[in-house]
């Protein structure tokens, strides 16, 4: 029994080999990690981008995959980037279904620039390969897929709360009184302090002067871009088959983004 009792122990307790095989996997583990994030950290701008089109290219997106997107996102929001790695990283929020508005922001204001500045030629890169132009920055952006253009018109309202949930303010407004009765009613004093406010209500006053420097105040980004986008999507209306449609209708579905009427 005693013997019996040393056997049945022995297999069901872990070794001291098992017990630190499975230590040392849970610090590889906890090494790999540290070192994705040392690795994001010192990475150019280029490594990150070629990390983002790897992800978003992916053909199954497990958790893991998206905390490492989340990462990344972190990471290019504070980087610059230029004209062409904008366009690639704004397919890979589309490809990702990204809401980040902080990036959009600063991916429009950079294709913005690009679009309508004097420069001419465009930026070399590999994934670029992915759209139709013809070697200029304008016509890569105006052969973009719709719902590339549909996400740069929406930089502002895809990160939008649930209007449902915000409570409903309500102005306390007093009912206007009927004029017709209100005049028959009223004695002579009443109507000629009614007179009076009258006057000194509508009555022209000096207005005073004083120096006031005009502050300057920069243009959103992406509203000029916004702006042509809207045209080329009315453009496309006539000729519009179902998906195109409902592609477009994300447009009118917010109010701050007054386009298609």
Not at 20 to 49: I, K, N, P, W, Y
Not at 184 to 191: R, S
Request: some cysteine; hydrophobic content about 40%; proline content about 3%.
């Amino acid at each position: 029994p005693a013997s019996a009792s040393r056997e049945a122990l022995s297999l069901t307790a872990p070794s001291r080999s098992e017990e630190s095989s499975g230590e040392s996997a849970e610090v590889d583990e906890a090494q790999v990690s540290t070192a994705r994030a040392l690795h994001l950290e010192a990475a150019s701008a280029a490594d990150l981008v070629t990390e983002a089109l790897r992800l978003a290219h992916l053909q199954e997106v497990t958790s893991g995959v998206q905390q490492r997107w989340q990462a990344v996102v972190s990471r290019l929001s504070k980087l610059e980037l230029n004209s062409s790695e904008a366009i690639v990283v704004l397919h890979c929020m589309v490809k990702m279904d990204c809401h980040n508005t902080a990036l959009l922001e600063k991916l429009v204001d950079r294709i913005e620039c690009s679009y309508f500045s004097m420069e001419l030629g465009l930026e070399h890169h590999d994934a670029l390969d992915l759209f139709e132009h013809d070697g200029s920055f304008q016509s890569l952006v105006n052969n973009l897929p719709l719902s590339h253009k549909v996400k740069l018109i929406l930089v502002r309202c895809t990160d939008r709360t649930d209007p449902l949930s915000a409570p409903i303010q309500r102005r306390n407004v007093e009912a206007e009184k009927d004029s017709k009765t209100a005049w028959k009613t009223a004695d002579p004093v009443e109507m000629e302090e009614w007179e009076r406010e009258q006057f000194e209500k509508g009555r022209l006053r000096i207005k005073r002067m004083r120096n006031v420097r005009a502050r300057v105040n920069r243009m959103a980004p992406g509203k000029r871009l916004r702006a042509t986008l809207a045209t080329q999507l009315i453009q496309v209306l006539p000729q519009a088959d179902v998906a195109v449609l409902a592609e477009i209708s994300q447009v009118c579905a917010f109010r701050q983004v007054r386009l298609l009427h």
